[in-house]
């Protein structure tokens, strides 16, 4: 297939004629980081920023770590540097940047992360989140060492338009994007400490709902069930492409069921283990292996069974399914689980244990308000992630049109 008029191959793929394809090296230059010693670190002094502090291609204040030594001005970061992380014990994150503007004066930068300092930074701090230099990353990255050099990082091409006004309107483009990414994130960070606020007044009963009057009990987990809290069955089963959905922990996601990267077992095998263990719809889920604390309700009819990972509760009469599954995510039940596993040698938790976690409750009309306005709390909050997650997706898109000039902004 031909390139399409007006437009040429490159080592970066298709750009406009009039682009041209420039290493990192020839359009500015790559810093290294500061070495310190353990002994430098004090409670105040010059802040070395770290990997931690670039979140979501963002600044992150949060973990901060100052050092009390001479720092070269050189590496003293400036606005408009792009701060990459180059070396991490997860190699996902080799790559990730943030563009560094006034909040960052008076800042240096430590030996795991480089800076590229250019006057094309607000072009080349979207040309790192995309997938033109995401690629090169990878391409360089050593087989054990998850480690990028300053060799590799100034040997990266890059497609540039040819008018400061060009690279200009895509890079404001991008960062309009961005900044309304930036403010949705603060919108669902409020959202979550408003939920986590309502969960903590609302379910210790700290704070009554308008009508409701009258002591709230407290009591063990097993004393709430319909039938007695069981898990899956403690065998490997055979798996199948097709069959009855299987469930382990890495299917409760988010505090939901994830239907994603499924196992199936035959119906046979889900007759016999039926016997033990049969989700239905109310059912709550807690994870008890592996990763301990995920919780998660059944809301539909699915059939569907579960491994030993897995617990299942049912609850009886005194207390509905959905504010079991509020309380298990509550700072008191966690902290419980949290003690529980860490008395195990395994890091698990056991189903004797499950069983003595206590839950405090209300009475059933009580419980059923309080659940209402945490479900609407997580509607909201539902509706907001996904907002993101399509804005993610839309910048990704317009990343790939911008930046190799498939669409021109002239």
Same mark, same amino acid.
Request: glycine letters at 8%; one cysteine or more.
């Given at each position: ?244 959905? $299987? /469930?382990?922990?890495?299917? &409760?996601?988010?505090?939901? =069921? +994830?239907?994603?990267? %499924?196992?199936?077992? #035959? ?55 959905? $504010? /079991?599954?509020?309380?298990? &995510?509550?700072?008191?039940? =966690? +902290?419980?689980?949290? %003690?529980?596993?860490? #008395? ?67």
């Amino acid at each position: 297939m031909g390139v399409m008029s007006g437009y040429k191959l490159t080592e970066v793929g298709v750009i406009p004629k009039d682009w041209s394809v420039k290493k990192l090296g020839e359009i500015g230059e790559s810093l290294i980081g500061l070495t310190y010693r353990p002994v430098d670190v004090r409670q105040h002094g010059v802040l070395v920023l770290r990997s931690s502090n670039v979140q979501h291609n963002d600044l992150c204040f949060e973990g901060n770590v100052f050092v009390e030594v001479d720092v070269p001005q050189r590496i003293m970061v400036q606005n408009g540097d792009i701060l990459v992380c180059v070396r991490n014990g997860s190699r996902e994150l080799i790559g990730k940047c943030a563009l560094l503007d006034d909040r960052a004066n008076g800042m240096t930068f430590g030996a795991f992360m480089a800076v590229f300092r250019s006057s094309h930074g607000k072009l080349l701090n979207q040309l790192f989140q995309s997938g033109i230099i995401k690629r090169q990353i990878n391409e360089h990255l050593g087989a054990t060492i998850n480690q990028i050099t300053n060799k590799s990082l100034n040997s990266f091409y890059v497609p540039l338009p040819p008018t400061n006004f060009e690279r200009s309107a895509i890079a404001e483009t991008l960062s309009d994007v961005d900044s309304l990414l930036k403010s949705l994130d603060h919108l669902i960070t409020k959202k979550r400490n408003l939920k986590q606020a309502a969960m903590q007044q609302l379910l210790t009963g700290q704070v009554r709902l308008p009508g409701f009057v009258g002591q709230w009990s407290r009591n063990e987990l097993r004393c709430l069930v319909s039938t007695p809290i069981t898990d899956g069955p403690h065998l490997t089963p055979k798996f199948y492409d097709t069959g009855v959905p $299987f /469930l382990s922990v890495n299917n &409760l996601v988010d505090n939901r =069921i +994830n239907l994603n990267d %499924l196992r199936y077992i #035959s119906k046979e095998d889900d007759s016999i283990f039926a016997k033990k263990c049969k989700p239905k719809r109310g059912d709550v889920l807690l994870g008890k292996a592996a990763s301990v604390g995920k919780v998660a309700i059944v809301e539909s009819d699915l059939d569907f069974n579960i491994w030993s990972p897995i617990a299942l509760v049912r609850t009886g009469n005194q207390m509905t399914p959905r $504010f /079991l599954y509020y309380q298990l &995510l509550s700072a008191d039940c =966690i +902290n419980q689980i949290r %003690l529980l596993t860490n #008395s195990s040698s395994q890091g698990n938790i056991g189903m004797g244990d499950i069983k003595k976690i206590q839950v405090s409750y209300p009475a059933i009309e009580e419980q059923i308000a309080i659940s209402n306005i945490l479900a609407d709390l997580d509607a909201e909050l539902a509706k907001l992630e996904a907002r993101r997650e399509k804005t993610a997706l839309l910048k990704q898109g317009m990343m790939q049109e911008l930046l190799t000039g498939k669409t021109r902004l002239i």
